[in-house]
Structure formats: C-alpha cells, structure tokens
C-alpha cells in the first residue's frame, strides 16, 4: 500500500556551477595547448622535453578524470518527517562497529561509538548494535559491558532531552548550565549523567592500566591466556532489549589461526554479516569504524528516507555518509580532512550513479551485501547455488528471507548462539562465495572500495548525503607518520584493485557500471601511480638547474604564457573550492602541499608495495591507524596557534621527500654560488631559465615541512638516519646530473 503513495521521501536537485564548469574546462584546454605546444616543438629539445611532455599528459589525464567527476553536483533534501507516516512500522537496522587493537584503538574510544549508536533516535527495539573485536581484548570486552550498564541512563537521558551529540565523551565537553539557564530538574540529571560517565571512564582508564582489566573470570575467563592472531570465537550477548530501551548489544570476537587468511577488516565484517543475519537479520545496515560516533541523531531517519520508498528509490544500494572529524586539527595541517574532495567530489557523484563505499558512516541494504541485483525479488531465483553462503543451515534461511524481502519468525537473539559461532568460524568461507562474489571483496587494503565498486558494477545506485549537522564524526589520523601510513595504505589498496584479477578497466565497461562513475573508479584506483610524475616532474628543475637545461619555455617566448596561466587558473580555481566552503586560506596551502608530499612519499611506497606482492616478495598487510585517546592531552602551544609542527619517524617513507629538498637546495646553492650559469648567458637556446628557478623554489616551499625538520630534534625532527639516506641519495643524484652537463 506504501508504494502507491506517489510523493517521494527525499528529492535530489542539480547545483548551479557555472564558474566552476568554466574555470575547470578553462585549465582543461590550457593543459591541452601545453601538450600541443610540447609536442610541436619535442623535435628541438630532448629528453627533458619528452619527460614534461609525458608527466604533463598524466597530469592532464588526471584533470579530465576530476573534471568529470565534479560536473554535476547536486543536493539532497529528505523528508524524514513523512517517513513514519508512510512507514507505522520502521524497518530494523543492524549497526556494526569494528575495533582491532586496544592500543591503538583505546576502548573508551570504541564505547563512545557504541553509546552514540544506542542512543540514536530511532525505537530501540528495532535496533542491534554488533562489535567486532579483531584484537580479541578482554579490555575491550570489559569496557562495552561496563558501558553497557551506563547506557540505560544514558539513552534515556538523550531521548528525553534531546541532545545533539550522543557520545557523551564530547557531549560532557560542553556544559549546558553555565551557558543558558535550563530548569532545575535537567540540571540535576545531567550532573548524575556526568558522574556516571566520569565514573565508567575512570573504570576503564584504570583497567587499562592493569595488564589484565580485572580478575579473567567469570564472563572474562575465555579471554584468559589467549592469543590475539590463534583463538577461538567468542561472542557474548552483553545487552538484550527486553524490557529495556536500549537496543542488543553483541561482542564478537571471530575464530582467528595462523593457517587461515583473515582478511582484516574485510573479514571481520563478512563476520559481523552472518551473526547479525542469524540473530536479528534486519533489512539495512550502518557500519561505522570503532572511532566514529553519531554526531546527528536523525541519521537513520535521513538516511532510510533514501532507502525505503518509491520503487525508483529502491535502485539504491547504499547510503554513503562523509567522513568529518572531530580532532580537526585548525587547517588541516596533514591535509586529510577532505572537505574540498566530498563537498565537489562527492556532490558530483551523488549526481551521477553515485559515490563509492568509503568504510564507515555507511547504510548497506543486506540484501545487497549478499549479492542481490537491483530490480524485483525475482532475481533471487537465480541463486541456484545457494551453498555459495556457506554451510550453516540456519543462515541460509535467514539469507533467503533477507533476499526476499521476508521477516520470518524471529527467536530470541541468544537461540542462535550455536549457529553463530559456526558462521564466525574461520573455515567457515572455504568453498563459498563471501569475500569473491558477495560480502566484503577481499584482496585489497581498500575493501570498501573494491565493495563498493562490486555492488556499482550490478547496476546498483549509491548516494552521498551530507547533513547538518555532520552525521559521523571521526578521527583523523595526527602527525607525519600516521597520515603517511593511512595514505600508503590507501594507495595500495586502490593499485591492488587496479592490478587485480577483475581489473576493473577492463571488466567494468561490460557491466552495469555507468560510463562516468566508471571513470572515476580509474581516478581512484591510479591515486598512487601520480606518484612517479609527480616525483619526476617535481625533480625537474632541479635537474634543469644542475644540467643547465630547461623544461619551461624561455621568458622571451610567448609560450610561456601557457604554463604561466596554468599555474594561476590551478592556483585561482582550487583556492575559490576551499573559500567557498568557508575554509581559510591556510587550509587550501596545506592541502596543495600535502597533496605533493603525500603524492612523492605515502604513493610511492604504495606502489612499491604492489610491485613487491605481484613479484610474490610480501604481502600486503592493513596498519591501524593510531587514534588519539580524547582531545590529545599534551597540546602543545603550535597546535593552539593552528600551525601544528609536521612529525617525522624513522619509517623509510620520510627519505624521497628529504631526498627531493636536498637536491634542489643544492641546485639553488650551486645557482647562488654562481657555480651555474645565470639565466641564458648565452643568449641562446640553452642554460637555465627563471621558470627553472621558481619552479625549484616553489618545490621547496611545499616542502617547508622538511625543510624545518632537518634542523628540529625529537619526533619534529627528521631523523639523522634518513638525512643520511637521503644525503647519499642525493648526493649520486647530483653527481649524475652534473655528469650529463660536463
Ligand atoms: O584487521 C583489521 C584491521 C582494521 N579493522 C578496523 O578497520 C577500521 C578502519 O581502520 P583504521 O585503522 O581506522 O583505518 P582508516 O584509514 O582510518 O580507515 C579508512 O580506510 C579503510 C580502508 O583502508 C576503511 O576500511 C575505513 O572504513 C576507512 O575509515 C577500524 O575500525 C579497525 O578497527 C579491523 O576490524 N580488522
Ligand atoms: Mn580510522
């Protein structure tokens, strides 16, 4: 009866970009003239002129691919109001949370996420909260049990008050009643919440001391002696919704042995798949990562409105929500907060088949997560091989309900403990299909990625919904080391992706995958490969410089204009995204030169990666990023002053980039010293030019960072064993360079 309903419950509307559209295409037939030019002329210069010809075509190649992606951004309005008036009975969600280190993950992080989620404004009863646990933690365990009492109070509290943010670490920042004058009876309760709060943290903190969180027994003894990489599975029921308001919550620690590949992450939530489907098998999901916390009540709502609805609204496959962040350092010194790229990226995506699946503050319908095509439920019979979901009996039952759209008759959560821990054992995928055709796809660091692009390529729709306030909020990794890890690990995962099997370029023009999503996908899987013209291209005037060549054309040449605009229109254009979203002229500089360092450092030894895995010399292995427990507590005075110090560590990724300053510092030492001749002595074709000169100073202003770390000590300092490194590296460089000009 719903569906004939004909009003929709949201409504996508195309932005206006005009300037945008214009200023893009503007770059676009730059560059192309620039290569034109190149070409033309290729036959008068040489190598170095074939280089720029080559790093300029990837370049230009890259800017179309971007182009394409931000044409059509649009906006999404929803209706979430009509959404019960059209729906009495709101359809279940499972909410997964994934943690895999409690050292690197601290629990009380993992609890906030897990309290936000309880306490969304959605009925509690048609709510199941599962927390996978990689790192097997009997703190971990200890700390959601501990929470979980807390949690009574707690989404009580948030329900009757209606409070914004539900994880009361950053709520409890805040304090209500010196700001505005609330009734008495508020007051009392949120200073007994607070209490209660303080009190759950200060239990944990000091657990977390301890080596052990408390006495292992009890419910804690399975924990005892156990080791994180060889266990068996563990799942306990910490909290049933009875009587209570509070919706179940599941602790699930899966089967983990040497002999078997885990998958990580990708494993972990195929796992968290199965459970959930046996216990409470809800026809949607949301999946967040252990750091990231409800920041918008709604989000169920909004997101649903989406989801459910007119059957054009039910090609939707899932519900992508940005990543924000809460420790956002004051204009993104790492230059990993990402506004530019969902605010145009993102937007524009939504306006074609939609964004791809980014790992966290995603709606999953799950049916899709086991491999349905969009269109009616007749497709299910296709299934002819439904041993492809493993061998439990119980889940292919649940499986097939949740294909067609079934509720079947539901038992209490803990009558399917048993079957559980069957589906969460690891040789329970041997001779299915999770992991290749359904599920998480594993094989890549990015599985999201990959996912996503297996759930595009059947023809399925995504969207990308920003809200106000923000949905989710996360934590973004802080300090040279960690973005360098995160982005390295990004950068493999999407090569992996784009070497794999399946490779996409090819397999993906005969699927279901629109033409311009299909585009982008080669956008972001190439991510890493920028790395090498990016490192030759920023080595050449340097080269130049030592070689006494010239990549630029002379300044008497009219044709350095083209270079000249290009320069200011990339400059001009980006500088414009980052205003128009209100961010500060700092944040667009840090990002354009984090996008240089990222690019010759994290990419490099993304790509290095791949080649080692294809040459069959080591695997590649996901790095947790490390989250900072709470508002880092040791602030220091920079930080406050918003030009955060960059952080080095003796990791091998910090040696092209110091590698790269030095040589250009020697080639603009060697240019002072008057050891080079200064701008064409000879009147003629050869020496360098002031492009050269400018160029190599503009490398050395990106990266500022470096250059400030080679004289700082401690962990703002770069270490004086990659100065080493780097020095002898330059060092050959140089002398190869002068050799080509003697
Ligand atoms: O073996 C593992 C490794 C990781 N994780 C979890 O995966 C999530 C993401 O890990 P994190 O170290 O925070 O990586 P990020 O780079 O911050 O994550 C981004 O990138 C990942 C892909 O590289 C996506 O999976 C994430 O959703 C996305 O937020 C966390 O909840 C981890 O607990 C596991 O469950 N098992
Ligand atoms: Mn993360």
């Known amino acids: 009866m719903a569906n004939e309903i004909p009003f929709p419950l949201y409504h996508k509307t195309a932005r206006k970009n005009t300037i945008q559209r214009a200023l893009d295409t503007t770059l676009l037939f730059l560059l192309i003239s620039l290569l034109f030019y190149r070409l033309l002329s290729l036959k008068t210069h040489g190598f170095v002129w074939l280089l720029a010809f080559l790093c300029e075509s990837w370049f230009t190649f890259f800017w179309f691919l971007i182009v394409n992606a931000k044409w059509n951004p649009v906006d999404i309005k929803t209706y979430p109001q009509s959404l019960e008036p059209r729906f009495p009975e709101l359809p279940a969600v499972d909410m997964f949370v994934t943690t895999a280190d409690p050292v690197r993950e601290p629990p009380i992080m993992t609890v906030n996420t897990v309290l936000s989620l309880l306490a969304v404004d959605y009925p509690a009863d048609k709510l199941a909260c599962y927390?996978?646990?990689?790192?097997?933690?009997?703190?971990?365990?200890?700390?959601?049990?501990?929470?979980?009492?807390?949690?009574?109070?707690?989404?009580?509290?948030?329900?009757?008050?209606?409070?914004?943010?539900?994880?009361?670490?950053?709520?409890?920042?805040?304090?209500?009643?010196?700001?505005?004058?609330?009734?008495?009876?508020?007051?009392?309760?949120?200073?007994?919440?607070?209490?209660?709060?303080?009190?759950?943290?200060?239990?944990?903190?000091?657990?977390?001391?301890?080596?052990?969180?408390?006495?292992?027994?009890?419910?804690?003894?399975?924990?005892?002696?156990?080791?994180?990489?060889?266990?068996?599975?563990?799942?306990?029921?910490?909290?049933?919704?009875?009587?209570?308001?509070?919706?179940?919550?599941?602790?699930?620690?899966?089967?983990?042995?040497?002999?078997?590949?885990?998958?990580?992450?990708?494993?972990?939530?195929?796992?968290?798949?199965?459970?959930?489907?046996?216990?409470?098998?809800a026809p949607f999901t949301l999946n967040v990562d252990c750091d990231m916390f409800v920041n918008n009540p709604q989000v169920v709502r909004e997101a649903l409105c989406q989801l459910v609805g007119r059957e054009s609204e039910r090609d939707v496959?899932?519900?992508?929500?940005?990543?924000?962040?809460?420790?956002?350092?004051?204009?993104?010194?790492?230059?990993?907060?990402?506004?530019?790229?969902?605010?145009?990226?993102?937007?524009?995506?939504?306006?074609?088949?939609?964004?791809?699946?980014?790992?966290?503050?995603?709606?999953?319908?799950?049916?899709?997560?086991?491999?349905?095509?969009?269109?009616?439920?007749?497709?299910?019979?296709?299934?002819?091989?439904?041993?492809?979901?493993?061998?439990?009996?119980?889940?292919?039952?649940?499986?097939?309900?949740?294909?067609?759209?079934?509720?079947?008759?539901?038992?209490?959560?803990?009558?399917?403990?048993?079957?559980?821990?069957?589906?969460?054992?690891?040789?329970?995928?041997?001779?299915?299909?999770?992991?290749?055709?359904?599920?998480?796809?594993?094989?890549?660091?990015?599985?999201?990625?990959?996912?996503?692009?297996?759930?595009?390529?059947?023809?399925?729709?995504?969207?990308?919904?920003?809200?106000?306030?923000?949905?989710?909020?996360?934590?973004?990794?802080?300090?040279?080391?960690?973005?360098?890890?995160?982005?390295?690990?990004?950068?493999?995962?999407?090569?992996?992706?784009?070497?794999?099997?399946?490779?996409?370029?090819?397999?993906?023009?005969?699927?279901?995958?629109?033409?311009?999503?299909?585009?982008?996908?080669?956008?972001l899987l190439s991510w890493g490969l920028t790395s090498v013209p990016e490192l030759c291209y920023?080595?050449?005037?340097?080269?130049?410089?030592?070689?006494?060549?010239?990549?630029?054309?002379?300044?008497?040449?009219?044709?350095?204009?083209?270079?000249?605009?290009?320069?200011?229109?990339?400059?001009?254009?980006?500088?414009?995204?980052?205003?128009?979203?209100?961010?500060?002229?700092?944040?667009?500089?840090?990002?354009?030169?984090?996008?240089?360092?990222?690019?010759?450092?994290?990419?490099?030894?993304?790509?290095?990666?791949?080649?080692?895995?294809?040459?069959?010399l080591s695997d590649t292995v996901f790095e947790v990023t490390q989250k900072d427990d709470e508002a880092s507590e040791d602030e220091d005075d920079d930080e406050i002053n918003g030009t955060a110090k960059f952080t080095f560590d003796e990791s091998p990724i910090f040696v092209p980039g110091t590698t790269l300053l030095l040589v250009h510092l020697t080639a603009l030492l060697s240019l002072c010293l008057g050891l080079r001749p200064l701008v064409h002595k000879d009147g003629q074709g050869s020496g360098v030019g002031l492009g050269e000169v400018l160029c190599s100073l503009w490398v050395v202003l990106c990266f500022r960072p470096f250059m400030k770390g080679l004289f700082r000590r401690g962990k703002y300092g770069i270490p004086s064993s990659t100065i080493f490194k780097s020095t002898s590296l330059a060092f050959v460089l140089v002398c190869l360079g002068t050799a080509s000009w003697a």
């Open 538 to 616: 920023a080595a050449l005037p340097a080269y130049c410089i030592i070689a006494n060549s010239h990549f630029l054309p002379k300044v008497q040449d009219p044709a350095i204009l083209i270079p000249v605009a290009i320069f200011v229109t990339y400059n001009m254009l980006t500088l414009r995204e980052y205003l128009k979203v209100d961010l500060s002229f700092r944040a667009w500089w840090n990002n354009m030169r984090m996008a240089r360092i990222t690019a010759t450092s994290a990419y490099l030894f993304g790509v290095l990666a791949v080649v080692l895995k294809l040459l069959g």
């Open 131 to 281: 927390v996978s646990d990689d790192g097997c933690s009997a703190l971990t365990f200890y700390s959601l049990v501990e929470s979980s009492k807390f949690a009574k109070l707690w989404v009580r509290f948030c329900k009757k008050y209606k409070v914004q943010v539900r994880a009361p670490f950053r709520y409890f920042l805040e304090d209500p009643i010196s700001t505005s004058a609330p009734n008495l009876e508020f007051k009392e309760e949120w200073e007994k919440i607070k209490a209660e709060y303080e009190h759950l943290w200060l239990k944990i903190k000091e657990a977390s001391r301890k080596s052990a969180p408390c006495n292992l027994t009890h419910d804690l003894a399975v924990f005892a002696n156990i080791e994180t990489s060889n266990h068996p599975t563990i799942i306990k029921i910490i909290g049933e919704n009875c009587e209570e308001d509070v919706p179940h919550l599941v602790y699930i620690s899966r089967e983990k042995r040497p002999k078997y590949p885990h998958h990580f992450k990708a494993g972990a939530m195929n796992v968290l798949s199965r459970v959930s489907g046996l216990m409470t098998n």
């Open 317 to 523: 496959g899932f519900i992508q929500y940005p990543q924000c962040f809460y420790n956002a350092t004051k204009d993104d010194p790492y230059g990993n907060q990402m506004v530019v790229l969902m605010e145009y990226i993102g937007r524009g995506l939504a306006g074609l088949q939609g964004p791809p699946y980014s790992g966290t503050g995603c709606f999953h319908r799950r049916k899709v997560i086991y491999g349905a095509w969009p269109g009616n439920a007749a497709s299910i019979n296709d299934y002819e091989a439904m041993k492809e979901f493993g061998k439990s009996e119980e889940f292919l039952e649940s499986a097939t309900h949740a294909l067609k759209g079934e509720k079947g008759i539901r038992k209490s959560i803990s009558d399917y403990l048993e079957a559980s821990f069957q589906v969460a054992a690891c040789d329970y995928e041997s001779g299915s299909s999770w992991g290749t055709k359904f599920g998480w796809i594993y094989g890549s660091m990015t599985e999201d990625v990959l996912t996503g692009l297996n759930i595009h390529k059947k023809g399925w729709k995504s969207n990308f919904h920003l809200l106000d306030p923000p949905a989710f909020l996360g934590c973004a990794p802080t300090g040279g080391p960690a973005a360098m890890t995160q982005q390295k690990r990004w950068a493999t995962g999407l090569l992996e992706i784009l070497v794999s099997k399946s490779n996409p370029i090819v397999f993906t023009l005969t699927g279901n995958l629109q033409f311009r999503l299909y585009l982008f996908y080669i956008y």
